[in-house]
């Protein structure tokens, strides 16, 4: 009887690889701006970016300050500092998160997602960059490792993480040419990639209990 092949999932060393291409490249600078935008959001509190590989904005690069930038690096994550998806950072320490496309390639996105809550403050905002698996931009990444997922998934998973999406993803970056496109729109459309944010709310562990009304049995006086 004949061994079963099992189709082995791409490594995600080999999906970041993508990135780094022409095609992977202009996708990462369609979404600068945004970068940029997302750093002004919280000024002064500490911030995480996570990038598929080694990204350089040159001379537009503004994300200055406390934060922490990481990047895929075979099972785990290197930049300023070499780990696993257990991040070096204490709960609830970080004003802003930001998951550009690392998502698209993790193995574990559901783990990931949960960590990047872990470290959002109450109030702070995840800022999910993935590749729109609707796109035309697809075929130049088909077979090369991403996997894509649509809006609806992400929300599903973001919430699982115990996070509140935005009711509305925004589309960024080319639709089939190989060129920047920075300008967003409403909904991923046909656009290579789109944005999810999604904000940390404090829940209380315990809810609190409505209290009963006093209800008067008929015939007696009222105090």
Same mark, same amino acid.
């Given at each position: ?28 600078a369609s979404e600068a701006e945004l970068l940029r935008t997302a750093a ?23 994300? %200055?300050?406390?934060?922490? *930038?990481?990047?895929?690096?075979? =099972? +785990?994550? #290197?930049? @300023? ?18 998951v550009q496309h690392l998502a698209d390639i993790s193995t574990e996105p ?39 997922? %649509?809006?609806?998934?992400? *929300?599903?998973?973001?919430?699982? =993480? +115990?996070? #509140?999406? @935005? ?32 904000e940390k709310r404090r829940i209380p562990m315990t809810p609190m209990r ?14």
């Amino acid at each position: 009887m004949p061994i079963p092949v099992f189709r082995r999932q791409p490594a995600p060393a080999a999906a970041a690889a993508w990135f780094a291409c022409a095609a992977g490249q202009m996708v990462l600078a369609s979404e600068a701006e945004l970068l940029r935008t997302a750093a002004r959001e919280r000024p002064g509190q500490a911030s995480l970016w996570l990038q598929p590989g080694v990204i350089d904005l040159g001379e537009n690069d503004c994300l %200055e300050g406390p934060g922490l *930038r990481l990047h895929a690096a075979g =099972a +785990g994550f #290197s930049g @300023d500092v070499r780990c696993d998806l257990a991040l070096p950072l204490a709960s609830e320490s970080c004003g802003v998160v930001v998951v550009q496309h690392l998502a698209d390639i993790s193995t574990e996105p559901a783990a990931l997602l949960a960590e990047c809550a872990r470290v959002l403050v109450p109030g702070g905002r995840l800022w999910l960059l993935a590749l729109n698996p609707l796109a035309p931009y697809r075929l130049r990444w088909r077979g090369q490792g991403p996997r894509a997922a %649509e809006p609806v998934t992400w *929300r599903r998973r973001l919430r699982s =993480a +115990g996070l #509140s999406p @935005d009711p509305v993803s925004q589309g960024i970056g080319p639709v089939w040419a190989i060129s920047v496109n920075d300008q967003l729109q409403d909904g991923a459309g046909l656009r290579a990639a789109f944005l999810l944010r999604a904000e940390k709310r404090r829940i209380p562990m315990t809810p609190m209990r409505a209290s009963r009304k006093l209800q008067l049995q008929p015939g007696l006086p009222a105090a």
